[in-house]
Nanobody
């Protein structure tokens, strides 16, 4: 069983930066496809970013491409989401997710394990 624990989010002004972390236990992150999703009120959970087993293949939603970066630290068994140039529309609950199979995926139904979610609020 894989457990994912996300760091606390926060409140940041538009244009600012924030880094979320997701600590995994039960399996190493280099044997999982890791993803980040976000959920805003009234909307479905949306894909943000993903990283494959090899740690080099990544995939981003168009809305965050060039602003967000997914990375990982194998020694800490932790995945990160660095968020730069934040916009008010980035406000959401952010979730870390893991998929047992290799291969990038943007459909939340393809992920097996989920973190508890963390609130990120971007003020204008």
């Amino acid at each position: 069983q894989v457990q994912l624990v996300e760091s606390e989010g926060g409140l940041v002004q538009a244009g600012g930066s924030l880094r979320l972390s997701c600590a995994a236990s039960g399996r190493t992150v280099n044997s999982l496809t890791m993803g980040w999703f976000r959920h805003s009120p009234g909307e479905e959970r949306k894909f943000v970013a993903a990283m494959a087993w090899n740690g080099r293949s990544t995939y981003y939603a168009d809305s965050v491409k060039g602003r967000f970066t997914i990375s990982r630290d194998n020694a800490k068994n932790t995945v990160y989401l660095q968020m730069n140039s934040l916009k008010p529309e980035d406000t959401a609950v952010y979730y870390c997710a893991a998929r047992s199979y290799d291969g990038l995926a943007y459909n939340p139904n393809e992920y097996d394990y989920w973190g508890q979610g963390t609130q990120v609020t971007v003020s204008s």
